[in-house]
């Protein structure tokens, strides 16, 4: 039994779960803002969740997950795989609880990524995304220490602590006077997001995006079954979304919840960075934007009140700078 | 007297003016982000109002003016002089009030300032900003309409309505439970969130920043007197703060308030709006990026609890690409 199936078996996310996350981020994180988007005359609201301290929602789950280890757990340490973004999230609760961190991260994440999860104390260990499983890097690193996995996706704690952009998109729209979300169109690499945000809103649908080449949960969901990605070279810019496959527990909860998923072209993807420059004045990754990639290109029909997820934020200057020229 | 003078002489602003501006914001407009930032191991306070819906904190004022506009005077009309971020806050309130905008904008203003002034249904009048006075050209207009002029700074309701941003500045620091603002750095043009925010933080320091060779304030506070700018064709990308000189009722609010004036020069602004767009993930044009160009540049000493302004995000997105490139 691996680790992720010893904490699934423990421990089933549930909607409370998320509630009990969201009393423990609400006494650290203020609430990012829900930003309402004209898109052909409907509103869209994107959640920015790049404004978190790290750049990106992951924060959400890496708090919720850490915070609940116990003594002898927390002076063990926790081993994360990460291309970047849980990396932080996972540094930067681990620094503050005073827990020892170490992430695994592909050797061709971004460098910006690698520079900041390195700056917030971690020790980062890299691995080959292409001849190389990070969850056996991982398994490795925890025989040694004893120290806890901490998954990007596959982790109840995990799930739950994302889920709680939702319960905070509930509020804020109650804040603006409107009743919903009736649909939340969610980035989806590994899937923890998008089944946190599920359990969050029982009451909304939920639709998934994931990058070209990379719709492996997709194609699950419409063979009822776990598949894997089909070619971990396919290229793409959205290197937060490049999960192999995703997990049991994510996929329990989207296979009942997921009411549509799409795939997004690179030109898709940049056409919704650079909206969101514009339009918004916020940096998104290309792998944050796919949620709004699909609204904009048609590809999702927003259904009455409708949410997008934006996060994370964290992508190398140059690159942004690239992709956005090239768009106009 | 020209409107000014009258407005002026009708109304003085004062911190229950910026009160009761604060009650009218918040019963339409979210509290922006207020984002802390590690420079140097200190945190800094940075109030992100490229975050309101036109991208600037120009809205506050904006809506203060036109909010307060008896039923004649909305149907006489209302004429903005402005670079395009007033020219969006008047238009943006005028739009949600149904009162008829007209504009006088530069000829050289930003595209997306351009558009996006037209695109919420104002009229626009274009001056040359070489040779024209734009207060002269509003006067021209008002002369024939009898619309109501609301100046970008030297007005009264729109000092008291960019306080509003100093009103939220103290009870965020109260939510992550910090007493304060000891001091505030504001982005200065005319001077009109400047005053502002001296008005509604009575008890902070008010430190301004000017770009480069439009540093007429700084120069007028150590004169005196009120001095114009010496060069109306010193090139500068801070569009925004292109004001050719302050207005009494600004200046006399600070002279009494200022404690330091400094100006930024270009490489400043862009290392400023690059560690925005890496450590906060937003976009900021180079006039809203000075206030953390002079704290980063080790111009401005932070004092205590110190907030900056960024303000505002409209900026083309080729201008972008270039400085920041460019930086790295």
Known sequence: MTGQELAAAIKTPTLEGVQRAMAKIADILPKTPLLPLEVDGATIWCKAEMLQPIGAFKIRGAWHRLSDLNAAERARGVVGVSSGNHAQGVAWAAKKLGIAATIVMPSNAPRMKLEATKALGAEVVLYDRATESRDAVAAGLIAQSGATLVHAFGDPWVIEGQGTAGIEIVEQ????????????????GGGGLASGLALACPDADIAIVEPEGWDDIIRSLEAGEILPVKNLLYPTYCDALQTPQT???NFEILRQRVSKGVSVTTQEVTTAMRVVFEKLHLVVEPGGAVALAAVLAGKIQPKGVT???????????????????QAA
Chains 1, 2 share one sequence.
């Open 307 to 325: 949410a997008v997820t934006l996060s994370g934020g964290n992508v190398d200057l140059d690159l942004f700078a690239k992709m956005l020229t």
């Open 173 to 188: 729209l109650a804040d603006f006077g409107v009743s919903g979300p009736d649909m939340i169109v969610s980035c989806c």
């Open 247 to 249: 997990y049991p527990v």
